[in-house]
C-alpha cells in the first residue's frame, strides 16, 4: 500500500505525452537528430513523439526526414505507426527520400501481424506521391484478399485513395472489380467499406461504378445489420440509388430499412428516411404507401429533441419531405412550435414548416402562436412571425379574416418594427385578394408618420396610389411622403411616382401640380435610369393618350399566389433524392457549390495535352500551316489545368486550388505591350508598410496583363512574392501565384513586374452581390519576411475586354452554332430605348465589336462579340423588335454567361 512508482517511469507512459508539446529550445534539431540515433529504444520513440509534436503544432521538421526514416525498421508497433504518421506528412515535398521506406512497406505488408499489414497497405494508400503507387498495387492485391477481415477492410479503402491518384491503374489492375466482390463479403465491415469506398470512386469519376444486383442486394441488407452505423448510412445511401425491378421489391427493401428509422444515430436516421422516400413513388398499393408513410414521422419529430445543430439540420430536410408529402407530418405541427429557448436560427426553420403545414383545421393555433412569437424581444424572429401571419392569410382564404384581425392587433401595439412588417404583410393581401380588405385602410393611414423603413414605406404608399378614389386625404396621405422624395431609396421613389399618377388619372382636377411635380423631380433632378425612364414614360403617356395611361397604370394586375411550395418539382425531387447531405441543408443542387475533384494522372495528362497543343500550333507556324484566320479570331479554348500551390491569403478556402477550368491560350504570341492607363498609387508606403505599389493595365495582343511597380523602402529586399487575388467580378486571378524578381528590388529601389492575368470561374463573385466596375480586392505576401499587404486595384472594363476587333460574319455565325441554346441568357431591357447606330457606338468605346445586323419585319437585330481578359469568347445578339430591347449573350462557359450579360445591361444603361 505505501509502495512508491519508480520517479522516471511516468515519463515513458503513453498517458503523459503532452510533455511533448512543451516550448522548444534553440539547437534541438541537433537534439533530436541525435536521439533518433540512439540505440536505445525508449529513447528513440520519444525523439519520434516530440518530432510528431512539433509537426503538429506546425512547425517544419522536414530536415530529421532521412533520420525519422532510419527509424521505420523495428517491431515496436507505437513506433511504426508514429514514422509512418511522418512520413504521410512530408512525402509530398520529400517523394525522392519517401522512395528509401518502400521496401519496408512491402515487407510489412507481408507481416504475420494482421496490424501491421493493414497498417502499411493504409500508409501506402495516405502516401500521394505517384511513383509509389506502382509498388503499392501488388501488397494491395494481397491485401484485399487477405484472410483477415481487418486487412480487407483497408485494403477496399485504400483502393478509392488510390484512384484518386491515378485512376486508369485502378482500373486497369482491375481492382474495382475486386471491390465489387467484397460487396458480398461474409464480413459486414468490408462490405461497408467497400461499398463506401465504390461510391467514393463513383463521385469522383462520375460514372456508375456500383453495380446492384439481386445477389448483391441481399447481401447489402444482410450487412445493414451487423455493420457499424457510419457503414450504415454509405449502405442506405447507396440503396437509394438503386431502382428496384417492382413494386414488391421496393416494399420489401422498405420493410428491411425501417428498422433503422430507429436508430439513435440521426444520419442512420435520415439515411434510411431518403431510401423510404425515394421507393415510396414506385408502390402501388396505396394503403401500405400510407402505413409506410406514417412510420416517418415519428422518427423525425423524434430527431427534434436533439442538440440545436442537429435540429436545424433535421428542420432542413424536413422543409423538403414537407414539399413533396405534406400528409408525412400533416398531425405534427405542435412539434414545430418555437420554444423559448431555441437558437433564432432553428426559430427560423420552424416557422417556415409551420408555414407550409398550416391549414384550415389547425389555423387557430398557429395565430395564436405566431401573435405570442410577435411579442418577443428578438427583432428578426417577431418580424418573421409577422410576415408568417400575413403568408397563412394568402395561404387560407378562409382564415383570410381572422389573419387579419391578428395583424391589426399587432399594428395597434405601435411597436415600430411590428408595424413596419404589418404595413408590408397588408399589402400583400390586398394584393392577393383585391377589393376585399379596404376598411383597414384607415388604421394604416394613421401610422404614416412612424414609417421609416423603405419597403413599408412603399408598401404604404402603394396602398395610397391603389386605393385612392377611396381614401379621402390621398394627395394630402402622398404629398406628406413628397416632400422627402429626393432623400427617399430608390424603391420609395418608384413607387412614388406610380401612386402619385395613379392619383392624377383617378382624380385630374385636383392633383395636376403634384403630376408635374413628381414627373419633373424623377426625369430632372434625379440620377437614377430606372427613375427617369419610367418618369419619361408616364409623361409621354399622360401627353398622348391618357386613356392609354389608364389602361396601362390602372389595369388589373395578376394575384400574388401562395408561395409555401416554391421549389420547382424537378429541383425538389433531385433534393430529396439528397437528403441527409449539404444539398439538402443548402436546397442547392450540389453542382451548384461542391467542384468535383479531377484524379491527379487525369490532371497530369491535361496538362500535357495542352503543352502538346502548344507544341503543335508553334510548329504549323513556323512551317506556314494552319488558318490564321481562325487563329485571330477563335484562338482561345478552356482547358482544366493543375494550379502551383500558391498560399491562401484571403481566407477563399479550397477556391484558390480549385480544380475548376482556368483560361489558357492555345498559342504562343508575341509580346507587344499597349498601356491602357498610366500607373496609379494603390498602396501607398504607410499602407504597404515600406512598401508602395503602384498598377495599370496593360495587353498583350489581347491578353490582359497588370502592369505592377514596387517601391521599397524597407530594409528587406523584395525577391519572391505571394499574391492572390478575392473573388469578383469575372473572377480575374494572376496566372501564377507567385511574383519573382529577376534580382531583389533593395531598399530605396523600384522595380517593374507584369503580371498575366487569367480567369478562374470559382472566384466570380455571387452574381448581384458586385458590379463590372469594382475594383480588385488583393493581397501580396513578401516570402521573405512574411509581411502581408491588402489593397484595391481599380477595374477597368476596356482593358478587360480585348481590343482584338471584331469576328468576321462566317466565325460569328460557326462559334454561334457551336455552343449549346443552353448556354445561352437573354433578358428585356425595361424602359430602355436608344437608337441603334448610338448602342454600337456606346458599345464599340467599351471593345464590343459590332459583327453585323439584319432587318426583319418585326425590327432591327444587331450581333456583337467581345472577349473577356482576352480569353473568353461573347457572342451577343441586340434586338429591338417593336420597341423592346432584348439582349441574348452566348459564352462557351457557362459560369461566365450572366455576369456577359449583366455586364451589356450595364453599358448600355451606364
Known sequence: QNKKMPPNRSSYSGGNDSRFFTTTKKGETHELRLELQSPNRDKKKDAVKKVIANMTVGKDVSMLFTDVINCIQTENIELKKLVYLYLINYAKTQPELT??????FVKDAKDPNPLIRALAVRTMGCIRVEKITEYLCEPLRRALRDDDPYVRKTAAVCVAKLYDINAGLVEDQGFLQVLRDLVCDPNPTVVANAVAALSEIADTSSKDVMEINSSTLQKLLAALNECTEWGQVFILDSLAKYTPVDCVEAESIIERVTPRLQHANSAVVMSAVKVTLSY????????????????????????LNSEPEIQYVALRNINLIVQKRPKILEHEIKVFFCKYND?????MEKLEIIIRLVSDRNIEQVLLELKEYAQEVDVDFVRKSVRAIGRCAIKLERAADRCISVLLELIVTKVNYVLQEGVIVIKDIFRRYPNKYESVIG???ENLETLDEPEAKASIIWIIGEYAERIDNADEQLDHFLETFEEESAEVQLQLLTATVKLFLKQPDTTQDM??????MATEDSDNPDLRDRGFIYWRLLSTNPEAAKAVVLGEKPTIADDSFSLDPSLLDMLVGNIATLSSVYHKPPEAFVTKSVPLREKRDEME???DEYEEEESDEINGEGSLERDDNASYTENRISKAPSVDLLDLGDSTESNEMMFVSNKQREITDTIVSPKEIVCTLEQGQGVQISTCWSSSNGQ???EMEFKNMTETPLLSLAIQFNKSYFGLVPAQPQIVFASPILYGNSGNYSLHMTLNPALIAPFGSTNPMQPLQCAIKNMSSGLIVYFNVPQDIAASLSSEGPLSVQNFLTNWQAISENMEMSSILINFSMEFEAVKSKLNAWNVHFVGQRETQFGMIAYFSFKIAGLLLALLEISDENGQFKIIVKTSAQAYANPAKALIEFLLKS
Open 99 to 104: 522512395l528509401l521506406a518502400v521496401n519496408t
Open 280 to 303: 415510396l413513388d414506385l408502390i402501388d398499393n396505396k394503403e401500405m404507401e400510407k402505413i409506410f408513410s406514417r412510420k416517418l414521422a415519428p422518427p423525425l419529430v423524434t430527431l
Open 343 to 347: 437558437p433564432i436560427y432553428v426559430k
Open 443 to 445: 388604421k394604416l393611414c
Open 515 to 520: 403630376v408635374q411635380r413628381v414627373l419633373h
Open 609 to 611: 495535352e495542352v503543352f
Open 704 to 706: 490582359l496583363l497588370l
